[in-house]
């Protein structure tokens, strides 16, 4: 699952980053409100995290413009400014969350998971779709309430992926887009099939269909 981290303090960033990817996420960093424009209008992302002060621009004036354009995704908004009055114009200009700094990392990896969670519908850490049982906090997965699996590092990001989306078409490429962030050198696309016959192994073929020039499908029953 990719998202988009809008921060310009380096150091900070660098830590964010690291934090998310230990969660199972894939970041893709931005330090300007021009390389975010960018990024967004090429890359697909399930959710950013955004400064509001940043060197060339107003980050809240950039959330009003996503919001403008249609881009639905959540939004949480992390910055110095911690007043009441700050919070209200966030979150009323589009911020789906607001978090000031300083914070602990355990409280922004809730905040994300929480609307991540409330953009797919599920309000627990434990997704459940057509017998399959994803527990997001300790990644492992079982089937009808069998015994409990634990994922790889790439299966667990691949198979919260499909059960955030079930029932889409994903291709190869979308796939590989949500594995691997634009500073990794490109994967090859047969990883996908690999992956995909190893979460097969855990939730039976009928659940990850293959729509053949197409790409996926998670069997939301």
Not at 73 to 102: C, F, M, N, Q, S
Not at 126 to 139: P, R
Request: hydrophobic share 40%; aromatic share 6%.
């Amino acid at each position: 699952m990719k998202l988009l981290l809008l921060e310009d303090d380096d150091l900070l960033a660098e830590s964010l980053d690291e934090c998310l990817k230990d969660n199972g996420y894939r970041v893709d960093l931005a330090t300007s409100l021009s390389v975010a424009r960018s990024l967004m209008a090429t890359e697909r992302y399930e959710l950013a995290i955004l400064d509001l002060g940043l060197p060339d621009g107003s980050g809240l004036d950039l959330l009003k413009q996503w919001r403008k354009d249609g881009h639905d995704l959540p939004v949480l908004i992390l910055t110095a400014r911690d007043t009441w009055e700050d919070k209200v114009v966030g979150l009323e200009g589009g911020a789906d969350d607001y978090l000031t700094k300083p914070f602990h990392e355990a409280e922004l990896i809730a905040r994300v998971m929480a609307l991540l969670r409330r953009k797919s519908g599920h309000l627990t850490a434990e997704l459940t779709l057509n017998g399959v049982s994803l527990d997001e906090a300790n990644q492992c997965v079982r089937v009808d309430g069998g015994t409990w699996h634990t994922l790889t590092g790439t299966e667990f990001l691949l198979l919260r992926y499909f059960m955030h989306h079930p029932g889409h078409v994903l291709s190869k490429d979308q796939l590989l887009n949500q594995l691997y962030a634009l500073d990794q050198d490109a994967a090859a696309s047969n990883l996908i099939e690999v992956y995909i016959a190893r979460l097969r192994r855990h939730v039976g073929k009928s659940i990850i269909q293959t729509r053949r020039g197409q790409g996926y499908v998670f069997d939301a029953g």
